[in-house]
T-cell receptor, first 110, second 114 residues
Framework: DAKTTQPPSMDCAEGRAANLPCNHS???????VYWYRQIHSQGPQYIIH???NNETNEMASLIITEDRKSSTLILPHATLRDTAVYYC???????????FGKGTRLSVIA | DADVTQTPRNRITKTGKRIMLECSQT?????MYWYRQDPGLGLRLIYY???????NKGEISDGYSVSRQAQAKFSLSLESAIPNQTALYFC?????????????FGPGTRLTVL
């Protein structure tokens, strides 16, 4: 699976959009981009995933560049409860477990 | 009730002791995983199982063993605990759909080895 690069930390004002970037320049054609988050020391929680097209669900939007070498997770109206570590993971469609990096620690500030 | 449960939630033990961490799930998933997390780091995969008869080593399996007693149960054992196994341990499950691949995590077990 391709490696990912994320900034170690970011701040966001409450109510504003949080845009979390991820670089995955070695991604191959059959690999998906997944995003999970971990609030404090709880178990990680699935947010969203995508292959080529942009995706949106009730939690967030995922924007994948046309060359698929990077992506951005967007939390449209961040709240204090969105403070967490966000993990960007690239994974093939086969039988491979998720591999977590260090992620981005997002702090939402009142 | 939680879909993925872990017992115990906290455990303090001494070097050399045998420890078993248990995971149960009610999601009906075939696939189960054990991860550990050290402070400031992401999760690292210890072992995983795609069905009752399947066990696979992950990135950091040395010093650990697992048992898949049933579809719903996956136990992690430390045969002789050592201090650098102090960590937060997570169990996870997923279904057989490789594309979706969503993993559901338990609440974690905080293990301290003195």
């Amino acid at each position: 699976d391709a490696k990912t690069t994320q900034p170690p930390s970011m701040d966001c004002a409450e109510g504003r959009a949080a845009n979390l970037p991820c670089n995955h320049s070695t991604i191959s054609g059959n690999e998906y981009v997944y995003w999970y988050r971990q609030i404090h020391s709880q178990g990680p929680q699935y947010i969203i995933h995508g292959l080529k097209n942009n995706e949106t669900n009730e939690m967030a939007s995922l924007i994948i560049t046309e060359d698929r070498k990077s992506s951005t997770l967007i939390l449209p109206h961040a709240t204090l409860r969105d403070t967490a570590v966000y993990y960007c993971i690239v994974r093939g469609s086969g039988n491979t477990p998720l591999v977590f990096g260090k992620g981005t620690r997002l702090s939402v500030i009142a | 009730d939680a879909d993925v449960t872990q017992t115990p939630r906290n455990r303090i033990t001494k070097t050399g002791k045998r420890i078993m961490l248990e995971c149960s799930q009610t999601k009906g998933h075939d696939r189960m995983y054990w991860y550990r997390q050290d402070p400031g780091l992401g999760l690292r995969l210890i072992y995983y199982s795609f069905d009752v008869k399947d066990i696979n080593k992950g990135e950091i399996s040395d010093g650990y063993s697992v048992s898949r007693q049933a579809q719903a149960k996956f136990s992690l054992s430390l045969e002789s605990a050592i201090p650098n196994q102090t960590a937060l341990y997570f169990c996870a499950t997923s279904d057989n759909l490789p594309v979706k691949g969503e993993q559901f995590f338990g609440p974690g077990t905080r293990l301290t080895v003195l």
